[in-house]
């Protein structure tokens, strides 16, 4: 596992690679699947809908095919597509299970895919090509062979012999690629998918890991690039991203919303908003609630700029310490979370404060 990690290329972010190899570790250890393969990211967004593709012809007999999803890049503080790919099976009687979001209560969950004897929980996302929220009905395993459902997969009868043809109903459209949250797939895994997530797994394969940092390097497969709809949506094989084998999306599967990027330093956040100043005809009152209001927001100030200069303290403490990259990444990764904590004390301050303290009424007319 280690060792795949330490043959990532160097354009590969630190922190990506980090989180990355954490995910690929709790798949060893996990035991039940609510704590499967996870890492949490800062990020309250979801990612957008999973675009409309269709299937490159399988390569050849022993590939199994590995649902496309959207993939985050800190660096960038944005989504990325991961284009669906025909993988060889690292054993036989394997079966890929999709990695998935879900939401975590205050920040989204990646869940770590992984290979094993059966199929386990996704998150109940209709992937396509066989993944339709539950199990898969794109082959199966007989006699140290897999078998590829004609129904669901694109196979080349005149190449791949093994194959049957069993019609499946998938009577739901759905695009959604997150569980949980606001707008999020309502699946919870059931008791054969636990027990699932129990058995001995294989983590992503290296060609896998491989086909990440192709997509990851690929600025036209970032969501805010191509809208939700990747020109590289799937290819035959893993990071080969040009050629015959490359299938572009059809479309979106919804309209793009975009993923807000996320402020690491109190500098990074927008001005604090101040209202108007209140004019009821009450000089008096509309002064002292003035007052009241530039008192909260000077305070306000006042804790951004503390709390921007004991995070440039640390990075000067980083620097002489002539830190690595590792350390740096954490401690940018506590400061994006001592600011957003910072943005939600503030904005509850003014509620607080609006509640306490209504404006002054306009004086009546007689």
């Not at 957008?48 to 496309?68: R, S």
Request: contains cysteine; hydrophobic residues 35%; glycine residues 10%.
């Amino acid at each position: 596992m280690i060792g795949q990690g330490e043959k990532m290329s160097i354009n590969f972010s630190v922190r990506s690679m980090t989180l990355r190899l954490l995910s690929l570790v709790l798949v060893m250890l996990a035991t039940t699947a609510a704590s499967f393969g996870q890492f949490r990211v800062a990020i309250t967004i979801g990612p957008p809908a999973l675009p409309v593709y269709e299937q490159p012809i399988c390569p050849g007999d022993g590939y199994l095919w590995t649902p496309g999803y959207w993939y985050w890049d800190d660096d960038i503080s944005d989504y990325y597509w991961v284009p669906g790919t025909w993988v060889l099976a690292p054993e036989v009687g394997f079966f890929w299970t999709p990695g998935w979001w879900g939401w975590g209560g205050d920040a989204f969950l990646w869940h770590e895919g992984y290979w094993g004897p059966s199929v386990g929980f996704y998150g109940g996302i209709n992937y396509g090509f066989g993944y339709f929220g539950v199990g898969f009905s794109g082959g199966r395993w007989d006699g140290g062979h897999f078998f590829y459902n004609r129904a669901v997969m694109n196979v080349d009868v005149t190449e791949i012999h093994n194959v049957y043809n069993e019609t499946v109903v998938n009577n739901t459209v759905n695009r959604v690629s997150f569980n949980g949250g606001n707008g999020g797939i309502d699946a919870r895994p059931t008791a054969q998918e636990e027990a699932a997530a129990r058995e001995r797994h294989i983590a992503p394969v290296a060609a896998q890991t491989q086909h990440l940092q192709e997509a990851r390097g690929n600025p036209q497969l970032r969501a805010s690039v191509n809208h939700g709809k990747p020109p590289i949506a799937a290819t035959a094989k893993p990071g080969e991203f040009s050629g015959h084998g490359v299938v572009a999306a059809r479309e979106a599967g919804a309209p793009y919303k975009g993923a807000p990027r996320q402020a690491v330093h109190p500098n990074d956040l927008p001005p604090i908003e101040r209202p108007a100043a209140p004019n009821s005809g009450n000089a008096k009152a509309d002064k002292k609630y003035q007052q009241q209001q530039n008192k909260l927001y000077a305070q306000q100030e006042k804790d951004r700029q503390k709390l921007q200069q004991q995070q440039e303290k640390e990075h000067q403490q980083l620097a002489k310490q002539k830190a690595n990259d590792a350390t740096k990444q954490q401690v940018e990764q506590k400061h994006q979370q001592q600011t957003q904590q910072l943005q939600q004390r503030h904005t509850e301050q003014v509620q607080h404060f609006q509640a306490a303290h209504p404006a002054p009424a306009p004086a009546s007319r007689r």
